[in-house]
């Protein structure tokens, strides 16, 4: 399958983990892959190891917290290809875990939400006019099964992942009748530098609620995405597609 060729897709914290692999599956289907992520030496990495693989790769530094570093990024992809097809926003921060909500730090939670719910805004907000002006676009933010069910231990995360979902519906409505669809996928745990990071027994709660058994793989997340991003997807917009091995059925 070719599904991107011709296309340049960005995608946010796309220097490892579930970002890395989703632009490595675009890349591979013809994508020129710009990744966007505060770690610059992964990035520079992750272009290199894309290069590698035949894959036009680039990575530029951007903290996506922050409005003129996204907006002057965008004027960077521009510059550079022309066109934004796709936006895939993966950078993402889960905050402290494994506490109840009176230990939750006023701060930490301020943290989660600047990134996983601020940058993202920020980053969809930024693309808009190209997608716009082209009449053409898919929007894809990596949302998580924490944000549907809620996650005990996990407030900021949860909440914050919640409100992913709540902003993919507004602007799936909003843009309906041009040709940008906007999406989430609420994946289950996959092992990333994440969730290695996470306490044994933050994991283990996630875990044993998958009804397969087992985590989920980061190849698996990005065959979903990557549907979502393709111009198949075309009657498709506002929802949150599933991908937790069983944990939800709605
Ligand atoms: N791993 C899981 O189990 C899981 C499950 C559901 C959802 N998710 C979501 O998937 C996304 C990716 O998670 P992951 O597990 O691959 O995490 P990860 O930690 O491996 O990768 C996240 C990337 O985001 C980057 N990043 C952090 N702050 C940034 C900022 N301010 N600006 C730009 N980039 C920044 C990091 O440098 C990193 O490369 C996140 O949104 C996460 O919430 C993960």
New binding site residues.
Partial sequence: MNRFEDQVAIV?????????GIARRLGAEGAAVVL????EP?GAEAQQTLAGEGVTALALA????RQAAVEGAVKTVLERFGRIDVLV??????GQTNIQTHQVEPADFEQVMA??VK?MFLSVRAVLPAMLEADYGRIVN?????GKDGNAGMLA?STS?AAVIGMTKVIGKEYAETGITCNAI??????????ESLPAAQVKY?TDRIPMKR??E?EEIAAVVAFAASKEASFTTGFTFDATGGRAVY
């Avoid at 951007?62 to 917290?65: A, G, S």
């Avoid at 926003?89 to 889960?94: C, P, V």
């Avoid at 990596?142 to 924490?146: E, H």
Wanted: charged share 10%; hydrophobic share 50%; no cysteine.
């Fill in positions: 946010t914290g796309g220097a490892q983990g579930i970002g890395f966007w992520d505060i770690n992964l951007v903290d996506v917290t926003t993966a950078a993402g921060i889960t990134l996983n940058g990596i949302a998580s099964i924490s995360y992942k609420a994946p289950a745990v996959v092992r990333t530098a994440m969730v996630m985590t989920g980061i």
